[in-house]
């Protein structure tokens, strides 16, 4: 990667997932590794030898899926192409957004120049005049199944480059012929094997996939600084993050999401040190009775005592998940696969999209986590007869009269019932197609939209808590936060006045949104590390 000119290097080796969000978001231009270049044009001089030999290769020179047995004559090899891509092309429902869309392009590019998959030196550079002339193809949801990859996503996209159908330029949707007007391009005429090339691939799933991990990293810092805020506002019990007490229940996770709230935590002057509430209970005592009761609570709820506990696994999930869908970025996943310094042409599965869709179940259940976390202190703030003294529903005005917070929170409660349903696996629901050829399928898209759609959810329950954290400090003491939470509170509080019913809550909701997630304010990705 060349930072200095905003440039991504494709060698099929090294994409990342900043990498990927960076091209579909416009902000990285790609360029394509020399080295790669050269492994590509010997893999397709070798497939085409191959063809010339009469060797008989699936997809290249005969018919695909239950049909393989169908051979087809050399004349009409890249018909058959262009057949298999407009027979494909059958997708339906709102389209995939063109950021996302773009990144598949970058991945699907990413694939083909490992030099595995026989496609011209010329395809390669084409797709990468599209990347960079900012055209991304129109992709509907619905339709893969995650078997022999995205076929009908990626058929959309290979649509795309034969010059048909819609597009967008520069995120404005219109037919691809007039993209390749405005931008001086041409529609590119396939050869053997590159239509099958470009549509049996799991690169649609992986841009989703991507996606959602990076706005999944983003959700896990904002909960995190949630989490500091209501350790603050509820004057909380320092012991819970004690180093010590993670170390004797040793998982990474819980010991780093510890040290994350200790360092956001420290100097604060509303956390309480335990060793001072033995005497405040003490004094309080009445030791004519067997037994009396303190208004002080020695343990903290758990949606606060046990958020190492709980986020532990969410941050293993996101790590692995990221893990899993940079692999697969960087991977060869078509078939067949050209090895020709083995001589060799395989046949096998390697389109198969069961990592993406496994991972992007298990990333489902940490969305839901993570919903169910925020939710939880968001009702404990307010709710007056949990949230310590506060107002209740955290109204600044004349109770009764304004109703504060109280119609805000079914945006977050009926957002988590509905994360809490999307957590369903969907990798498990196989059902066989293609006459049982494809008999075990993935739905590895369907799991990464599902997933996609959950960390949206989320996005509006963890801005709804902020916006209720800022309104809680508003009746305490900012002054007495810790160090780096204060920061985040001083960023935020810039930005936000007491509501007080005279606006709209959406509109207040909307822009935090954007603040939070979109301008990333509070740069998110620093929390983490």
Do not use: W
Request: aromatic content about 6%; overall charge negative.
């Amino acid at each position: 990667m060349t930072e200095s000119m905003g440039f991504v290097k494709l060698n099929g080796n090294e994409l990342l997932l900043e990498d990927i969000i960076a091209i579909g978001n416009g902000k990285k231009l790609v360029y394509l590794d020399k080295g790669s270049l050269e492994k590509c044009k010997a893999g397709r001089e070798f497939l085409l030898n191959q063809i010339k030999d009469g060797k008989v290769i699936y997809g290249v020179n005969s018919s695909y899926g239950s049909m393989c047995n169908k051979i087809i004559n050399d004349e009409a090899l890249e018909l058959l192409q262009e057949n298999l891509i407009r027979t494909h092309a059958a997708g339906l429902g709102e389209p995939i957004p063109h950021n996302i869309a773009l990144a598949a392009v970058a991945v699907r590019l990413n694939s083909l120049i490992k030099g595995y998959s026989g496609v011209s030196v010329e395809l390669l550079e084409f797709m990468r005049d599209l990347i960079n002339n900012q055209i991304a193809p129109y992709i509907p949801t619905r339709g893969s199944v995650g078997a022999s990859g995205d076929l009908i996503h990626l058929a959309h996209l290979a649509l795309m480059i034969i010059g048909e159908g819609q597009v967008y330029y520069k995120g404005q949707l219109m037919k691809a012929e007039e993209a390749y007007r405005l931008t001086n391009l041409k529609p590119f005429k396939l050869g053997a094997k590159e239509g099958i090339s470009l549509i049996n691939g799991t690169s649609v799933m992986t841009a989703i996939a991507a996606f959602a991990v990076h706005y999944a990293k983003q959700a896990l810092a904002v909960e995190c600084i949630a989490a500091a805020f209501a350790i603050e506002i509820f004057n909380s019990i320092n012991d819970f993050l004690d180093d010590t007490l993670h170390q004797v229940k040793p998982h990474l996770g819980q010991i780093r999401i510890a040290r994350v709230l200790r360092d956001l935590i420290a100097g604060s002057k509303n956390v309480v040190n335990r060793s001072v509430l033995h005497q405040a209970i003490r004094e309080g005592s009445d030791e004519a009775v067997p037994v009396f009761e303190t208004s002080i609570f020695i343990q903290n709820v758990y949606s606060i005592r046990c958020t190492p506990q709980v986020l532990s696994p969410v941050l293993e999930a996101i790590e692995t998940a990221e893990r899993i869908v940079v692999l697969e970025a960087n991977s060869t996943n078509d078939n067949p696969v050209v090895i020709p310094e083995e001589n060799k042409i395989l046949h096998g599965g390697n389109f198969h999209g069961q990592s993406i869709g496994f991972y992007m179940d298990s990333l489902a259940i940490a969305l839901a986590t993570l919903s169910n976390l925020s939710e939880r202190r968001l009702n404990t703030l307010i709710d007056d007869h949990l949230n310590g003294g506060l107002p209740e529903y955290l109204i600044s005005g004349i109770k009764g009269l304004d109703m504060g917070f109280m119609g805000a929170q079914y945006l977050a409660t009926s957002t988590t019932a509905e994360n809490r349903q999307l957590s369903n696996p969907v990798s498990t629901n196989n059902i066989s197609s293609n006459a049982s050829n494809q008999d075990v399928v993935s739905m590895g898209t369907v799991a990464a939209r599902k997933a996609l759609t959950q960390v949206t959810n989320l996005k509006y329950i963890l801005t709804m808590e902020i916006l209720a954290d800022l309104q809680a400090m508003s009746f305490k003491d900012p002054s007495k936060m810790g160090k780096q939470i204060s920061q985040y509170y001083q960023k935020l509080s810039s930005n936000f006045s007491v509501y007080d019913s005279t606006t709209v809550f959406h509109d207040m909701l909307v822009r935090f949104m954007n603040l939070i997630f979109d301008e990333d304010l509070l740069d998110l990705a620093k929390i983490m590390k």
